[in-house]
């Protein structure tokens, strides 16, 4: 079985914790990223200072933010299908460090 592989080909800022992603498939995803914002690696991109200067990895296309956070082009490709998962795993991560 053949696994597409997606890049993340441009993005645009909509509001706060929210980005319009566009893949290499001519799809996109309106994305809302606050409520998975948990744990040590996403936690700081609660600043919205730092989340805003997400960029574009230019070797595997896909959204990375200064303090090396990043998430798979995959995954924010399936975000619909992903999101509650994401959701559930920021919570237990919050839970852990409470």
Request: no cysteine.
């Amino acid at each position: 079985m053949k696994h597409p592989i997606y890049r993340v080909e441009s993005f645009e800022i909509l509001k706060p914790y929210t980005l319009l992603v566009r893949f290499d498939d001519g799809t996109e995803q309106e994305i809302n990223f606050e409520q998975v914002l948990g744990g040590e690696m996403y936690r700081p991109l609660r600043d919205l200072d730092l989340f805003n200067q997400v960029k574009i990895d230019p070797e595997v296309h896909t959204l990375i933010w200064p303090n090396g956070a990043d998430f798979d082009p995959d995954t924010l490709h399936d975000w619909p299908s992903l999101e509650k998962a994401l959701v559930d795993r920021a919570r237990a991560w919050e839970r852990v460090t409470a």
